[in-house]
Nanobody
Framework: QVQLVESGGGLVQPGGSLRLSCAAS????????MSWYRQAPGKERELVAA????????TYADSVKGRFTISRDNDKNTVYLQLNSLKPEDTAVYYC??????????WGQGTQVTVSS
């Protein structure tokens, strides 16, 4: 049974930090590109960051470059998203995905991140 379980979301003040985790099971994790998406109320879902399989190459949305860091631990079947210098506009539900050949084949249930004073 395939599972992607996100955790680490919550309420944080502007300028604060959070670390999201996504624990994967039921598929060969190391062979999949892993990504984080987010969706804010009334907005389309957008790609936040992605990390490749072999070389760990990363890509980020322009809006989060320099503030967010994606990483993965293939031994623990887990992908992380470190969120620093958070802004109110980062408020969204954050989703973990597993990609194969450019297609998001698996999605997690999402974790809420709220940035507010």
């Amino acid at each position: 049974q395939v599972q992607l379980v996100e955790s680490g979301g919550g309420l944080v003040q502007p300028g604060g930090s959070l670390r999201l985790s996504c624990a994967a099971s039921g598929f060969p994790f190391s062979r999949y590109v892993m990504s984080w998406y987010r969706q804010a109320p009334g907005k389309e879902r957008e790609l936040v960051a992605a990390i490749a399989t072999a070389d760990g190459a990363t890509t980020y949305a322009d809006s989060v470059k320099g503030r967010f860091t994606i990483s993965r631990d293939n031994d623990k079947n887990t992908v992380y998203l470190q969120l620093n210098s958070l802004k109110p506009e980062d408020t969204a539900v954050y989703y973990c995905t597993a990609q194969l050949r450019g297609i998001n084949v698996y999605w997690g249930q999402g974790t809420q991140v709220t940035v507010s004073s």
